[in-house]
């Protein structure tokens, strides 16, 4: 990396995007609080360092010259990193005030977020999370190449070296609908009531299928043909008559409540998922990311809020 001056300075860089963004002198200063004058010297004097025209100027209007394209798609770039720097300058003085970004998978988002958000706003209310929906390998993906700071999934999936803080537990149970055979026992559902019935999963890329698949192929079920991109839409299949389906117990006031679905517990040993919050290793948010791990599991909701109750049937009439 050289070391010798550069021949031009940020504020020029941003000189010229405001220019190439509004083609206008005047509007230009206005965006930059300078004056017009002072805006065209910079720019001619960032011209001459570098040795060619970027804009083409007359009274009518302003053209953007071909090298003036390359050096505008690059200033940006700049500009952007230069805005990053700041950024994580301001976190590393206080990581909780400023902006987080923070991925979380689909199976979790709807279920917890919700319970998250205002725990957070009231723990640290001058934090900006920033949440990206998104399967687990394209969040640990992102996670790797610094485009987010953690991630809330769960760790039985791959995911490469992390640190991590456990927030729950988070067991299945069996979905069914009202009038299913499955749906008239009592107590949990045993591994061979499970041989032979018709089982729904969601598609490939989503952790937990790879988690429920594990448990199905212990238990002899069979997987449908149809693969769910997610929950709702399995929960919704299973109230249509097209098998039963596993559920984490955090979806299951919003899923099965929806669905009308009838839930049963599964007997041990019960499969389960963990949910944490993931970062990279030596990150230096490490200690602030602790803090917020703890914020989420005293927001994860309570064992009884996750029940849903099993309906009441009819008596028989005699």
Do not use: N
């Amino acid at each position: 990396m050289s070391t010798a001056p550069l021949p031009f300075t940020l504020r020029q860089l941003q000189y010229v995007v405001a220019l190439g963004d509004l083609r206008s002198f005047r509007r230009a200063a206005e965006r930059c609080h300078v004056s017009q004058p002072s805006l065209s010297a910079q720019l001619a004097q960032l011209e001459d360092a570098l040795g060619v025209r970027l804009f083409e100027r007359d009274r009518r209007r302003v053209l953007v010259t071909a090298a003036g394209e390359v050096v505008l798609e690059r200033a940006r770039r700049l500009l952007l990193e230069a805005d990053d720097l700041v950024a994580a300058a301001r976190l590393a003085r206080d990581p909780l005030v400023g902006t987080l970004r923070l991925g979380v998978i689909p199976t979790i988002s709807p279920y917890l977020l919700p319970h998250v958000t205002p725990a957070l706003r009231e723990a640290f209310p001058e934090l900006v999370a920033v949440w990206t929906e998104d399967k687990t390998d394209a969040l640990v993906e992102a996670l790797e190449a610094g485009a987010l700071d953690a991630v809330l999934l769960a760790l039985e999936a791959e995911l490469g070296e992390v640190e991590h803080a456990v927030v729950a537990v988070d067991p299945f149970v069996l979905a069914v609908r009202p009038g299913d055979p499955l749906a008239g026992h009592e107590g949990p559902a045993r591994r061979a009531e499970l041989a032979d019935v018709e089982v729904l999963l969601l598609d490939d890329g989503h952790c937990f299928r790879t988690q429920a698949l594990e448990y199905c192929s212990r238990t002899g079920t069979r997987e449908l043909e149809f693969r769910a991109t997610s929950l709702t839409t399995l929960a919704q299949m299973v109230a249509g008559g097209a098998g039963v389906t596993l559920l984490p117990t955090l979806a299951v006031p919003t899923e099965a409540h929806r669905a009308g679905l009838e839930i049963r517990e599964l007997a041990a040993p019960v499969p389960s998922r963990t949910i944490a919050l993931a970062w990279r290793k030596r990150s230096p948010l490490a200690r602030a990311l602790q803090e917020l791990a703890i914020t989420i599991r005293r927001a994860y909701p309570q064992p009884e809020r996750l029940r849903v109750p099993r309906r009441r049937r009819a008596p028989r009439r005699r």
